[in-house]
């Protein structure tokens, strides 16, 4: 079946650092590839996504490249902010095995913690 | 205006009582998604509606029945509360398909004594 992997949080950075959250994923056809957000006491929210191999999805400082050859689509950030501080969640649709509907699969969410 | 709203935010009840959460968006959406978040934060999948229908029915137990009264709500009713059913439940809505952008609503998080 379809499973995301996520690098074990949390993750505690200053501001302005360098992040990397990586995800990996096993998919059974072609999946797309999303990138949600959870900031404190919210729903998620979509940050960016990748419909295709080697797509990159960009979105308020945040990218990640999908990469079949790795099935990869790590989620960096040249600088971070205090106010990006939330949960990350790396997740994959694709079709369900032997079905015709598509299903969303999350990683299990990565806590990214911003000190000024 | 709120996109995907959730009613009660916050919901305590005792263990064996039957409780329901309501979920409307107002974005004209097709699809609608049940989700449960546990206490490590894991997001995992329950239901999913396409126009009123059911269309993705997790291994979820049947004490956990969701219903669709129109395109623009979908409700979830839970019978004979568990302790293990305490969490926050996010509903949440899509143009045509997990595919398109998810939108979820700010969650229902509830306690069972």
């Known amino acids: 079946g379809n499973s995301v992997t996520q690098m074990e949080g949390p993750v505690t950075l200053s501001e302005e650092a360098f992040l990397t959250i990586n995800c990996t994923y096993t998919?059974?056809?072609?999946?797309?590839l999303f990138w949600y957000v959870q900031y404190p006491g919210e729903g998620l929210q979509l940050l960016l996504k990748?419909?295709?191999?080697?797509d990159k999805g960009s979105n308020k400082g945040f990218e990640a490249t999908y990469r079949k050859e790795t099935t990869s689509f790590h989620l960096e950030k040249g600088s971070v902010q205090v106010s990006d501080s939330a949960v990350y969640f790396c997740a994959l649709s694709d079709q369900e095995s032997g079905g015709s509907n598509y299903k969303l699969t999350f990683g299990k969410g990565t806590l990214l913690t911003v000190n000024p | 205006d709120t996109a995907v709203s959730q009613t009660p935010k916050y919901l305590v009840t005792q263990m064996g009582n039957d409780k329901s959460i309501k979920c409307e968006q107002n974005?004209?959406?097709?699809?609608m998604y049940w989700y449960k978040q546990d206490s490590k934060k894991f997001l995992k999948i329950m239901f999913s509606?396409?126009?009123?229908?059911?269309?993705i029915n997790e291994t979820v137990p049947n004490r956990f029945s969701p219903k669709s009264p129109d395109k623009a709500h979908l409700n979830l009713h839970i019978n004979s509360l568990e302790l293990g059913d305490s969490a926050v439940y996010f509903c949440?809505?899509?143009?045509?398909?997990?595919?398109?952008?998810?939108?979820f609503g700010p969650g229902t998080r509830l306690t069972v004594l």
């Open positions: 974005l004209g959406h097709d699809t």
């Open positions: 509606y396409n126009n009123k229908e059911l269309i």
């Open positions: 949440a809505s899509s143009v045509r398909g997990v595919l398109d952008t998810q939108y």
């Open positions: 990748a419909t295709k191999a080697d």
């Open positions: 998919a059974t056809g072609y999946p797309s």
